[in-house]
């Protein structure tokens, strides 16, 4: 399958895995699909996640979190916002705040993959990358 939107593919396959509770989902490995994992994991939207495969097939593997006795998914919604087709930037006043700062949105800046609050809090805006609650 040749995605050219990496992020996208992430995103559903978490989705997807996270509706049918799978503990864990691979994602295949991008400078980008890592930071996006760092990102999650140190929010606490999902466990571990380490590198599996070699060579040109990498994949990372992600562990995924879920609560109560009904095994409720940690992520109740992942959503796109910048897309290939259709960019979206905001300064560093216009970075949104997801559900009220419940949720994170993930900013691509110039000093890395963040959060919107880290984003704020070093002064920085770019690249809405997507919301997850």
Not at 5 to 29: E, G, W, Y
Not at 31 to 57: C, D, H, P, W
Not at 84 to 95: E, F, Q, T
């Amino acid at each position: 399958m040749a995605a050219n939107d990496t992020i996208s593919d992430m995103l559903t396959r978490i989705r997807n895995a996270c509706m049918v509770k799978h503990p864990t989902t691979q994602v295949p490995a991008t400078n980008m699909t890592r930071s996006i994992a760092q990102v999650l994991k140190e929010e606490g939207f999902i466990g571990e996640y380490e590198e599996t495969g070699e060579g040109i097939k990498k994949y990372l593997a992600i562990s995924l979190k879920y609560h109560g006795k009904n095994r409720q998914p940690t992520i109740s919604r992942l959503k796109r916002v910048s897309k290939p087709g259709l960019r979206v930037y905001s300064k560093r006043k216009d970075i949104p705040r997801v559900l009220g700062g419940i949720g994170i949105a993930i900013v691509s800046t110039s000093r890395g993959v963040m959060t919107d609050r880290e984003a704020r809090r070093q002064g920085v805006g770019g690249e809405i990358l997507c919301y997850v609650w």
